[in-house]
């Protein structure tokens, strides 16, 4: 390490015991206003932090500089010097047509990434014919039954030009088929198709409960759909694993980064098992995170992830190429802290989690509009949110440096009390048999029920203020214009469900589905099998109810 001169280290100790003293003899003998003085995440914060708080640590070695291992500071050495992160607005409704304007509208508007929500029906593998799906089509998200609709969804938008988001879990691979097909469509060949797809179906189970299959043919489908992006689609993220979910229903930051890290490890180890090799796979898996409201708890949980992330990839997972050990993230700002009550302070809410969101070093931004509290975001609503990005990446001048609280000791103490929190949950975790293991037996299900139990107990009890909701309440508010989506579009969507499957060719459509079904059955990979069902003009649910023939179903065993 660097040679300390003689007075700095003299300087040291006096410093610790001045420290010491600012404690006892000032900070000790003044009154505290009453206020829950702890992270949202139930994390205690102490009045002051000094390099006392890190005494005895190795800063070179786990914060060392951007760029480098263990990228605690960065993933990439000039970060937003070199280039802003994606401004990636989620977005969809209604039709393929309706979502392919809003798509057209945000580009015409600055945004440099597509990111697709789907309803409910497609998010859990059913047609929108289905009887399940009826009130739901359309209205969370857009409705996709077949390739028809993803031509539609993408019309115009070339899409060798444009890198696409999908969140999508369960029928992950059967959408990624109707992708690669549009691709065909275009010209575009897979591996001149860059963007992510969600597919991380483990948080499904823990958080977000929508699935179509037991988890382990669920897990195999995870596995075809890694290896034939390595050998396919260089430039295609396969998964990202998503914490974003496991934040949204109501766990501790802690356990947002614990159980989506474990996930990650647990893909990992899949592809390895497959026979893949790290540093094939690894470069391409990306992660989603939460941004909430607590501004410094969630930067440290952005640089302990990445910290953490390098150190098994490279130490556990034997990892040498670094692309490996990098460990790239999406974010949005929280859903969950968005209130229905005065929802133009939402837009505060937003830009403080934001700015954590960059501080933390996101490489892809997602803000939240004002208005999602109470429904889909209407134009205004969606284009203040952008805004909200291009004010802090061209106004605030938070670009201009790299990691600007990076050496904070408040800051370098958190990240350090996060990573500890996250191996903390991993020992327990292999304790139970793995993540696979601990889902079945509910594991991290009850405590993210606890946390959620302990958050509400506190905001009920008015120990902690969410203003507008328990404190500086508003009587009769002014009526917010929102987005309603039509009835009517569930009868046009099933009607062009009904016109596709009377244009197509039945017989092939049988065969196909048969193909997949027998496939199903054996250890092939089943993603050529959903490009040929895709081609055929197969809907999602036809694919999803072939597999189930195989596969069965999951029932979840509910927790209390």
Not at 89 to 111: I, K
Not at 131 to 158: N, Y
Not at 207 to 228: N, S, T, Y
Request: charged share 25%.
């Amino acid at each position: 390490g660097r040679a300390v001169p003689h007075d700095e280290r003299a300087l040291e100790p006096e410093a610790r015991r001045r420290a010491h003293e600012w404690m006892r003899e000032v900070y000790e003998r003044l009154e505290e206003r009453e206020a829950l003085f702890e992270t949202i995440s139930g994390t205690p914060v102490r009045p002051l932090y000094t390099e006392d708080d890190r005494a005895g640590a190795d800063s070179e070695a786990q914060i060392g500089y951007p760029g480098e291992f263990p990228f605690t500071r960065g993933v990439y050495p000039s970060m937003y010097r070199g280039r802003l992160w994606t401004m990636r607005q989620f977005a969809g409704f209604g039709t393929a047509e309706e979502t392919n304007e809003r798509f057209h509208y945000l580009l015409d508007h600055g945004q440099t990434g597509l990111s697709t929500a789907f309803d409910m029906p497609t998010l859990m593998g059913l047609d929108s014919s289905h009887g399940r799906s009826r009130g739901e089509v359309g209205v969370e998200g857009v409705a996709i039954d077949t390739l028809d609709d993803m031509l539609d969804l993408f019309r115009g938008i070339p899409l060798d030009q444009v890198t696409t988001s999908m969140t999508i879990n369960a029928p992950a691979a059967i959408l990624l088929a109707f992708y690669v097909c549009v691709g065909e469509e275009q010209g575009v060949s897979p591996d001149r198709l860059g963007g992510t797809i969600q597919t991380d179906i483990l948080k499904e189970y823990i958080a977000q409960k929508e699935w179509c299959f037991p988890i382990e043919p669920a897990m195999r489908l995870v596995g075809d759909m890694v290896e034939w992006s390595t050998e396919h689609m260089p430039r295609w993220h396969p998964i990202s694993i998503s914490g974003y979910h496991i934040r949204e229903a109501g766990s501790t930051a802690q356990q947002e980064l614990a159980f989506t890290l474990k996930d990650g490890f647990t893909y990992v180890e899949q592809a390895i098992e497959r026979g893949l090799d790290v540093d094939e796979f690894a470069p391409r898996l990306s992660f989603f995170f939460n941004a909430h409201i607590d501004f410094f708890e969630e930067i440290a949980k952005y640089r302990a992830a990445r910290r953490i992330w390098a150190k098994e990839m490279r130490d556990t997972y034997g990892a040498r190429n670094e692309a490996s050990m990098r460990m790239r993230f999406h974010t949005q700002t929280a859903g969950v802290s968005l209130t229905a009550q005065q929802p133009l302070v939402n837009i505060v809410r937003t830009t403080i989690e934001a700015l954590a969101g960059v501080l933390g070093g996101t490489q892809s931004l997602h803000t939240n509009s004002y208005d999602e509290a109470l429904a889909l975001p209407t134009e205004e609503a969606v284009r203040i949110a952008l805004r909200t990005q291009q004010v802090i990446a061209h106004e605030s001048g938070v670009t201009n440096t790299i990691d600007p609280l990076g050496g904070s000791w408040f800051i370098e103490t958190l990240t350090d009390e996060m990573e500890r929190a996250a191996y903390e949950y991993f020992a327990r975790i292999d304790e139970l048999g793995g993540m696979v293991e601990a889902i079945k037996q509910n594991f991290p299900q009850r405590e993210i029920a606890d946390a959620s139990f302990r958050y509400q107990s506190e905001v009920d009890a008015k120990r902690r203020i969410v203003v507008g909701v328990n404190e500086y309440l508003q009587s009769g508010e002014d009526e917010i214009p929102i987005l309603r989506i039509d009835p009517e579009l569930e009868r046009k969507q099933t009607g062009r469900l009904e016109a596709t499957k009377a244009r197509r060719d039945s017989a092939e459509v049988e065969r196909t589905l048969g193909e997949l079904k027998s496939a199903a059955a054996t250890d092939a990979n089943l993603m050529p099998r959903f490009i040929e069902c895709a081609r055929a003009r197969a809907s999602e649910g036809e694919m999803v109810e072939a597999l189930q023939a195989v596969f069965g179903r999951y029932t979840e065993q509910p927790v209390f």
